[in-house]
Nanobody, 121 residues
Framework: QVQLVESGGGLVQPGGSLRLSCAASGSIFSFYTMGWYRQAPGKQRELVAGIGSGGSTNYADSVKGRFTISRDNAKNTVRLQMNSLKPDDTAVYYC???????????????WGQGTQVTVSS
C-alpha cells in the first residue's frame, strides 16, 4: 500500500507564507509526476503546480511568481512553498503523485488527504 500524508497547512494573514509538504510511504519502486491541487468551497479542484521526474515545473497563472514546487525523491517528498498569499488562495490543498510500487509494474495515481490553507486577516 502507498499512502501520502500532507502537512503544513494553517491560517495565515494576507502577504504571509506557508510551506506544504507531502511524504509518501509504502512499497515504492519509483516516482513520476508530482503535483499540488486545491479546491475552494463551491469550486472544482484545480492544478496549482506540477513537477516532472526530471524537475520541469508548471504553475497555474494565478500562482506564478508566488509559489514554488520542489521534490526530493530520496525523501519521498514533494513540497509547495507559498509566498505572498492572498485570500483567494484559501482552499484545501491536495498532493498528488504518480508512483510505481514494488508489487505492481503499473503506474498508479495517489492523492493525499488534503490540508486546509486559510488566508485571512
Amino acid at each position: 500500500q502507498v499512502q501520502l500524508v500532507e502537512s503544513g497547512g494553517g491560517l495565515v494573514q494576507p502577504g504571509g507564507s506557508l510551506r506544504l509538504s507531502c511524504a509518501a510511504s509504502g512499497s515504492i519502486f519509483s516516482f513520476y509526476t508530482m503535483g499540488w491541487y486545491r479546491q475552494a468551497p463551491g469550486k472544482q479542484r484545480e492544478l496549482v503546480a506540477g513537477i516532472g521526474s526530471g524537475g520541469s515545473t508548471n504553475y497555474a497563472d494565478s500562482v506564478k511568481g508566488r509559489f514554488t514546487i520542489s521534490r526530493d525523491n530520496a525523501k519521498n517528498t514533494v513540497r509547495l512553498q507559498m509566498n505572498s498569499l492572498k485570500p483567494d488562495d484559501t482552499a484545501v490543498y491536495y498532493c498528488n503523485m504518480n508512483i510505481r510500487s514494488d508489487y505492481n509494474p503499473r503506474i498508479n495515481n495517489y492523492w493525499g488527504q488534503g490540508t486546509q490553507v486559510t488566508v485571512s486577516s
